[in-house]
């Protein structure tokens, strides 16, 4: 019987996890950067299993990254003290109610995520991907030094909406805006 590989710094978050800042179809370009699609997870602090899911994958992120941090330098700096992806929304967002009471991570890759519903087939219309869905994400943790800056970055793998949301940034959807009752006589 072969043994099933395990991949310890990757994480499927949970179905209470809302997308925000969706910049999934098109690459985007940050401050003249290389353009990724990115974006922003925002997880519930109650949602306990995938909090502790996404604490290991980055501290295993840390143990298997430890050369890349340690760099030309004497000694690997401590976790404590490197960046790391998994925010505190209370204290970094306290104006945004979408982020009370959660955490949140940034991702992002160069590649496009695969985007599929519930049902795993695969979402074409652009429209039912926004900010303010609800969905998982298969996300990958790895260590970076760069340019002096070192730590641990979350790379974008795929997406699964599980339901729609609130959207975000006070953009309505265009089916929400139009959509009428069946006597409405819009036309007359």
């Not at 990115?38 to 992120?61: C, G, W």
């Not at 049902?119 to 760069?146: D, H, M, T």
Request: proline share 5%; hydrophobic share 35%.
């Amino acid at each position: 019987m072969s043994k099933k590989y395990v991949n310890l710094t990757k994480v499927i978050t949970g179905i209470s996890t809302r997308w925000s800042y969706a910049n999934v179809w098109d690459p985007k370009s940050i401050n003249g950067s290389t353009p990724k699609y990115s974006v922003s997870l925002i997880i519930p602090k109650d949602d306990t299993v995938t909090v502790n899911k996404i604490k290991a994958a980055i501290q295993a992120a840390y143990e298997e990254g430890e050369s890349k941090l340690k760099g030309n330098g004497k000694t690997v700096p401590a976790l404590s003290v490197i960046k790391t992806p998994l925010r505190n929304g209370d204290i970094e967002r306290p104006d945004d109610a979408a982020y009370a009471n959660s955490y949140f991570i940034n991702a992002n890759s160069a590649s496009a995520p695969g985007i599929v519903d519930a049902g795993c087939q695969p979402i074409i219309e652009r429209s039912e991907v926004y900010s303010g869905v609800y969905g998982r994400a298969s996300i990958n943790f790895y260590a970076f030094n760069s340019n002096g800056n070192k730590g641990i970055a979350c790379g974008l793998n795929n997406l699964q909406k599980i339901k729609d949301g609130e959207p975000l940034g006070g953009k309505s959807r265009a089916e929400d805006d139009f959509a009428t009752d069946a006597d409405d006589d819009f036309l007359g």
